[in-house]
């Protein structure tokens, strides 16, 4: 079946230090990979997106790399903001009509 | 930027009781789902809805659910009896041909 897997959080850094949430995935096929940000009481906003093997999704100075080899899609951070703070989400679509997420990685940025 | 908007922000009701969940997708999509999180929990599929019907559900989108295109704008998600573990935050979504969902900000809906 598909499935996603986060890192567990939550996850604390200081503001500027590299930050690095690792998402694996289980599919069928080849799915689109995606990152979607939760800031608190507000709901899912797309991060960015990678559809294909060896993609590399960015946005905000986020990035992740679309690794079919080790079917993986890792979103890093050079240097995190206080307002970086949230909830992150990995997901994958199968191809199907639905979005399969992850549990989340709670975020917190500490100035 | 056309979004995705949801009403009520928040619900408060007893159980037992019937709650309709509303949702404007933007206007040009043509695929809308209804997602729910239940609190500290990830996020799951409910329904997907295209062409005037289901085109997929999930295990948890029993009898006691439905959803609803009543006219060309909204799309609701209805709980005929609502329970105490249907308290969760319900995400609407919509997308086009091949693009990515956009989400609501969401409804929370508290069932005492």
């Known amino acids: 079946g598909n499935s996603v897997t986060q890192m567990e959080g939550p996850v604390t850094l200081s503001e500027e230090a590299f930050l690095t949430i690792n998402c694996t995935y289980t599919?069928?096929?080849?799915?689109?990979l995606f990152w979607y940000v939760q800031y608190p009481g507000e709901g899912l906003q797309l991060l960015l997106k990678a559809t294909k093997a060896d993609d590399k999704g960015s946005n905000k100075g986020f990035e992740a790399t679309y690794r079919k080899e080790t079917t993986s899609f890792h979103l890093e951070k050079g240097s995190v903001q206080v307002s970086d703070s949230a909830v992150y989400f990995c997901?994958?679509?199968?191809?199907?009509?639905?979005?399969?997420f992850g549990q989340g990685t709670r975020l917190t940025i500490n100035p | 930027e056309p979004e995705v908007t949801q009403t009520p922000s928040h619900q408060v009701t007893q159980m037992g009781q019937e709650v309709i969940l509303r949702c404007v997708p933007i206007?040009?999509?043509?695929?809308f789902y209804w997602y729910r999180q239940i609190l500290g929990q990830k996020v799951e599929f409910l329904v997907s809805?295209?062409?005037?019907?289901?085109?997929?559900k999930s295990e948890i989108f029993d009898d006691q659910f439905s959803v609803e295109r009543p006219d060309g704008s909204n799309f609701t998600l209805k709980i005929r009896s609502t329970k105490l573990e249907d308290s969760a935050m319900y995400f609407c979504?919509?997308?086009?041909?091949?693009?990515?969902?956009?989400f609501g900000p969401g409804t929370r809906l508290l069932v005492l």
């Open positions: 979504a919509s997308r086009r041909i091949q693009e990515t969902q956009y």
């Open positions: 997901a994958l679509n199968p191809g199907a009509q639905k979005l399969v």
């Open positions: 809805f295209y062409n005037n019907e289901i085109s997929e």
């Open positions: 599919a069928t096929g080849y799915p689109s």
């Open positions: 206007s040009n999509h043509l695929y």
